[in-house]
């Protein structure tokens, strides 16, 4: 069954540094898709990024960019620059079509933490 | 801004009742998803509409239903309502299962 592990329950970074969060998955289908949202405590799951299991470079989408290794089924978030506004719950998610239709897998999430 | 409006934003419910709750998915868009997210939690999936059709569903008892609209809103009903159900509901509206576009959720708590 698919499955997304996050095992880092919280981060912290000072502002202007790079953070990494870390993801992995589990699936048997050879095509599937990543992505990873932004939760603030608003309750708002906002889309940052998506990778998909062939494309041939790691997404990047501004200051966040998709640390892809497929043999080792990571998807790790890198946020580059750290702002305060930062701070927020993220997840990984993974697409998953069993059964005809598609829906979302979600992993536990990281909560970062951005200090001045 | 998603364009994906959830109503009410909050509620709070006595254990035994029951409870709707509203989406408003993006325009042109024909897939409706639910989610609950219970505290310290990920999202899990409920259900899925498409074209006013349920086509999917989590590992949700059956008090859990819902319905779409010809003009693709959505409504998540929930019967006999129980303590564990205190979550945030997310709605996510796509186009034919591309990518979800989330509303910003209804916090339920169950009293």
């Known amino acids: 069954a698919q499955k997304i592990t996050q095992t880092q329950p919280g981060m912290f970074v000072q502002e202007k540094e790079a953070v990494t969060l870390d993801c992995t998955y589990d699936?048997?289908?050879?095509?599937?898709?990543l992505f990873w949202y932004k939760q603030p405590s608003s309750g708002e799951m906002i889309f940052l990024i998506y990778q998909g299991s062939y494309d041939q470079q790691n997404a990047t989408e501004g200051r966040y960019s998709l640390n892809f290794q497929k043999a080792r089924k990571s998807a790790n978030l890198v946020i580059s620059a750290s702002q305060l506004g930062d701070s927020a719950m993220y997840f990984c998610a993974m697409r998953d079509a069993t059964g005809g239709y598609n829906k979302l897998i979600f992993g536990a999430g990281t909560r970062l933490a951005v200090h001045p | 801004e998603t364009g994906v409006t959830q109503s009410p934003t909050h509620l709070i419910k006595t254990r035994g009742q029951q409870v709707t709750l509203r989406c408003s998915s993006q325009s042109g868009h024909n897939t409706v998803s639910w989610y609950q997210q219970a505290l310290g939690q990920g999202p899990q999936f409920i259900f899925q509409?498409?074209?006013?059709?349920?086509?999917g569903r989590g590992n949700f008892p059956p008090r859990f239903s819902g319905l779409q609209f010809p003009n693709y809103s959505s409504e998540l009903n929930v019967n006999a309502l129980e303590l564990d159900d205190s979550a945030l509901y997310l709605c996510a509206s796509s186009l034919a299962g591309d990518e979800a576009f989330f509303g910003q959720g209804t916090r339920l708590t169950v009293v």
């Open positions: 509409y498409y074209r006013e059709e349920e086509n």
């Open positions: 699936t048997s289908d050879p095509s599937y898709g």
